[in-house]
C-alpha cells in the first residue's frame, strides 16, 4: 500500500474515533445544555459522514472539510477550555484526559490531511511559475 494510502486510512480512522467519542459524549453534554450537546451531536454526525466520504474515495474537498472540521474541534476545544465557547458551551471547561487524548489524536489526524492535499501543490506552483514567465 502507498504512504497516501496509509495517511488516508489515517485521516478515516481519526475521524471515526474522534467521531465515536464526540458521540458518547453527546449525552453527558445534553445534561450541561442543549448547545453542548447539539455540538457534539454534530460534530460525531458530521466526523462520521467524512469517515464515509473518504472510505468511499472522496477527493480533495472531502479532505479540506475534513482539515476544517478538525481543525475548528480543536480551535473549539481550546476556547473551551480557556474562555467557553459562547451560545455552545460559556463555561469554562476543566482539561482533563480524554478530551486531551481526542485533540492529539485530532491533530494526528489534521496533519496528515493536510499533507494529502498539500503533498502535489509544490510542483503545481513550480509548473504555474514557469508558465507565467
Do not use: Q, W
Request: net charge negative; hydrophobic share 55%; with cysteine.
Amino acid at each position: 500500500m502507498k504512504t497516501s494510502g496509509l495517511e488516508r486510512d489515517l485521516v478515516i480512522v481519526v475521524c471515526a474515533i474522534s467521531a465515536g467519542i464526540h458521540g458518547a459524549l453527546a449525552p453527558e453534554h445534553f445534561g450541561e445544555g442543549a448547545g453542548a450537546g447539539l455540538g457534539f451531536l454534530v460534530s460525531a454526525l458530521l466526523l462520521a459522514g467524512l469517515a464515509v466520504a473518504l472510505t468511499r474515495g472522496a477527493g480533495p474537498p472531502a479532505l479540506v472539510a475534513t482539515i476544517l472540521a478538525l481543525a475548528g474541534l480543536i480551535a473549539a476545544y481550546a476556547m473551551a477550555v480557556t474562555s467557553g465557547v459562547p451560545v455552545l458551551h460559556p463555561e469554562v471547561e476543566a482539561v482533563n484526559g480524554l478530551a486531551l487524548a481526542t485533540k492529539s489524536i485530532e491533530i494526528v489526524g489534521l496533519i496528515a490531511a493536510a499533507h494529502l492535499v498539500l503533498r502535489d501543490r509544490p510542483v503545481a506552483l513550480l509548473t504555474t511559475e514557469r508558465t507565467l514567465t
